[in-house]
Every structure is written in C-alpha cells, then in structure tokens.
Nanobody, 126 residues
Framework: QVTLGESGGDSVQTRGSLRLSCELF????????MAWFRQAPGKEREGVAA????????WYADSVKGRFTISQDNSKNTVYLQMDSLKPDDTAMYYC???????????????????WGQGTQVTVSS
C-alpha cells in the first residue's frame, strides 16, 4: 500500500524558514513525479513545486521561485521543501502528492497525482 507522510509544518514569523518533509511508503522505485501543493482557506489549491526521478528537473510556481527549494533523498525515499523568506501569503495547508511509474513531470501542476498526504499546516505571521 502506497502512502505519503508529511511533516515539518509550524508557525513562524515573516522572513522565517521551514523545511517540510514527505516520505513515500510502499514504493521504492525512482520512476515517479513528486510535488507539493498548498491550499489556503477560501482559496483554490495551487501547485508549489515538483521534482522528477533522481531530482534532475525541478519546477516552481512563480510565487515561490527564489525562496523555496524542492529536493529529494532517494536513500530515505523522502522529498523536502525548503521554504525561506516566508511571507504571510504562504500560510496554507501544504500537501505532498505523488504520481508513480512515470519518468518526468511535464505539466506538473495538472498531472493526475494518485497519492496524496494528509497535509501539514504552515502559518506565517507578520
């Protein structure tokens, strides 16, 4: 059974940093696209970042470019989202998503991610 487990959400002040983690259970192969999404109250879910197998390619939403970094540790089957220079607008529930048995993340924001984590809350105060 494939599941995702997120952690790392917290409350921080503006310009603070957080690192979110997403561990993939039940699938140890590298052919996958992993992504982070977020949803704030009253807003639609939006893509934040994605990474393909081996971390060769990464993608970011314009709103987080230069501030967030997605990476992965294949030995731990874990994807990370390093978030720096946080702003109140980054406040949201952050979700990890996975699409398996694929070799790239083209159109990453609209891919049919089959597996989703339970979410981890990030709150940024001014």
């Amino acid at each position: 059974q494939v599941t995702l487990g997120e952690s790392g959400g917290d409350s921080v002040q503006t310009r603070g940093s957080l690192r979110l983690s997403c561990e993939l259970f039940g699938y140890t192969y590298s052919d996958k696209c992993m992504a982070w999404f977020r949803q704030a109250p009253g807003k639609e879910r939006e893509g934040v970042a994605a990474i393909d197998r081996g971390g060769r390619d990464t993608w970011y939403a314009d709103s987080v470019k230069g501030r967030f970094t997605i990476s992965q540790d294949n030995s731990k089957n874990t994807v990370y989202l390093q978030m720096d220079s946080l702003k109140p607008d980054d406040t949201a529930m952050y979700y990890c998503a996975a699409e398996l048995e694929v070799w790239q993340c083209g159109s990453w924001e609209n891919r049919p991610y089959k597996y989703w984590g339970q979410g981890t809350q990030v709150t940024v105060s001014s």
